[in-house]
């Protein structure tokens, strides 16, 4: 089945920084997904990018389809940016999520 | 809509014992998930459902069971509670067919189960 790796399994950022997290899948996907999962556990849709480019405020994604990556872009951190980011790829089916990336924003 | 709500929030279990946890979705999706996530871990498919009456197995469906009477509803049992079942477990749904929609996934807010 399809694997889906994500990079990096950490970072720690000053409050304001900017940020580019990567997410790889082993085969083409119908369905790409970025979610944050807050520090009380709530997974929080970000974007749902099978292709193309998408913004939301300071949150950006973009998804190479033919390469097989996701890139999600935070700028001007802040605190509640804390917590795990994870992609999952797959089908109507089937998502299968990455191990996610712990991002801590300090003040 | 209150989208996907999941009862209870909080369950603990003894060994051996079973219970059901409940998932009800109100956004009229035909597709709906439940998966299991383990400390540390990224989330693991247990069961999902395409409609009322049509079931089938996700990656670590051993010693679960499910069932989709309405296409509100899909609960999640589990019969004989074991150590390896303590996990926060979460329901999704999701829209697609011919009429339109997509495949993105929408999640309730989780059931932390601990099994002692």
């Known amino acids: 089945g399809i694997q889906v790796e994500q990079s990096p399994p950490d970072l720690i950022l000053q409050e304001g920084a900017n940020s580019t997290l990567r997410c790889n899948f082993s085969?083409?996907?119908?369905?790409l997904q970025w979610f944050h999962q807050n520090p009380w556990g709530q997974l929080i849709n970000l974007f749902y990018?099978?292709?193309g480019t998408k913004q939301n405020g300071r949150l950006s994604a973009t998804t190479v389809a033919t390469e097989r990556y996701s890139l999600l872009y935070i700028s001007s951190s802040q605190t509640t940016d804390s917590g795990v980011y994870f992609c999952?790829?797959?089908?109507?089916?089937?998502?299968?999520f990455g191990q996610g990336t712990r991002l801590t924003i300090n003040p | 809509n209150a989208g996907v709500t999941q009862t209870p929030k909080f369950r603990i279990l003894k060994i051996g014992q079973s219970m059901t946890l409940q998932c009800t979705q109100d956004?009229?999706?035909?597709?709906m998930y439940w998966y299991r996530q383990d400390p540390g871990m990224g989330l693991k498919l247990i069961y999902y459902?395409?409609?009322?009456?049509?079931?089938d197995k996700g990656e670590v469906p051993n010693g679960y069971n499910v069932s989709r009477s309405t296409t509100e509803d899909f609960p999640l049992r589990l019969e004989l509670a074991a150590p390896s079942q303590t996990s926060v477990y979460f329901c999704?749904?999701?829209?697609?067919?011919?009429?339109?929609?997509?495949?993105?996934?929408?999640f309730g807010p989780g059931t932390r189960l601990t099994v002692t």
């Open positions: 999704a749904s999701s829209y697609f067919g011919r009429t339109g929609g997509s495949y993105e996934q929408y």
């Open positions: 085969d083409s996907v119908n369905n």
């Open positions: 956004m009229n999706h035909n597709y």
């Open positions: 990018i099978p292709s």
């Open positions: 999952a790829g797959g089908g109507a089916q089937k998502l299968v």
């Open positions: 459902s395409v409609g009322a009456g049509i079931t």
